[in-house]
């Protein structure tokens, strides 16, 4: 199935969902995708091959490739979804760009208490290491994960965290608290 197929299902459910029409939907989705994408390679190197067109392009053909039949009841929903697919395209490229490399220096990660304002600032090592520590996590408490996820690499609030996982505000702040403590330790530890 092409990505247009999904697109023609995909995209008026959601805009039928929300109380709008697909033409005002796309482009409202697209620069929200835009947005995501250029906060998460802000902190990439000088001449990173992926520019902020190419990871939004790349997460769309993951997703509508992966999830051909998903229906999306809020925009939340499917930013969600789109950031942590772009997570995973960096985290591929990331790889990719290390088995290039064959090892190298390693560098303290900046996994800073300041996540809450400041753009995603990490190097390919770094998002290698923290791929691994949330995959770690996943076995201990899955919506942790989802908290960095949606946090992290969507960029939403503890509101919309809230409101989409259904949980309360108070829950989500105290569970992304925890998930940071224990990503920083887990990574600390990993650098020694």
């Known amino acids: ?40 390679l ?10 902020t ?15 051909p039949d998903l229906q999306f ?7 969600a979804l789109s950031g942590s697919l772009m997570r995973r395209v960096l985290i591929d490229h990331a790889r990719f760009r290390h088995r290039l490399k064959r090892g190298g220096g390693e560098r303290e990660l900046s996994f800073s208490d300041e996540l ?11 998002l290698l290491a923290l791929d691994l520590a949330l995959t770690r996590l996943q076995q201990l408490d899955p919506r ?8 992290y690499f ?9 409101e989409l996982l259904q949980l309360s505000p108070a829950t989500i702040k105290r569970e992304w608290v925890m998930a940071r403590a224990w990503l ?4 600390h530890d990993a650098d020694q």
């Open 154 to 162: 969507s960029g939403f609030s503890i509101a919309e965290t809230a």
């Open 1 to 40: 199935m092409t990505s247009g197929a999904v697109a023609d299902r995909q995209l008026p459910a959601l805009a039928d969902a929300l109380g709008v029409s697909a033409e005002q939907l796309l482009p409202a989705l697209y620069d929200s995708l835009r947005r995501t994408a250029h906060r998460l």
């Open 116 to 126: 809450e304002t400041s753009p995603l600032s990490i190097d390919q090592e770094d």
């Open 184 to 187: 920083l330790s887990h990574l």
């Open 144 to 151: 942790q994960v989802q908290i960095v996820e949606l946090r």
């Open 42 to 51: 802000q902190g990439e190197r000088p001449g990173h091959t992926l520019n």
């Open 53 to 67: 067109t190419a990871l939004v392009h790349e997460s769309w053909v993951r997703l509508t490739s992966s999830y």
């Open 73 to 79: 009841q809020t925009d939340h929903e499917f930013l």
